[in-house]
């Protein structure tokens, strides 16, 4: 059974940089897609950064275009969220996803079907 294991949470600043890193148990990314998604107090869990395991574009929300950046190491077996000029609008629990690598969907959550517990990210004003 494929394990997510997310960790780099926490608390900081409006305009400070946090990096989230989601582990995965095996090579559970190999030939699909990585996908992180958030959900803040009261809304509904969102898009926010996605690309191909095996490399290539990446895909991001308006909201965070310019400002984040998904990355993974292959031989970490490991993806990663790079979150810099954070906002207070940016607070949630973000998720890391692993699901089918098809481009015209890559934003759509019911193309993931492993995911991560969830990590707090906080940004205060």
């Known amino acids: 059974q494929v394990q997510l294991v997310e960790s780099g949470g926490g608390l900081v600043q409006a305009g400070g940089s946090l990096r989230l890193s989601c582990a995965a148990s095996a090579r559970a990314f190999s030939g699909y897609a990585v996908a992180w998604f958030r959900q803040g107090p009261g809304k509904e869990r969102e898009f926010v950064a996605a690309?191909?395991?095996?490399?290539?574009?990446?895909y991001y929300a308006d909201s965070v275009k310019g400002r984040f950046t998904i990355s993974r190491v292959i031989a970490e077996n490991t993806m990663y969220l790079q979150m810099n000029s954070l906002k207070p609008e940016d607070t949630a629990v973000y998720y890391c996803a692993v699901g089918r690598s098809i481009i015209s969907a890559i934003r759509e959550q019911q193309m993931y079907y492993h995911w991560g517990q969830g990590t707090q990210v906080t940004v205060s004003s």
């Open positions: 690309m191909r395991w095996s490399g290539g574009s990446a």
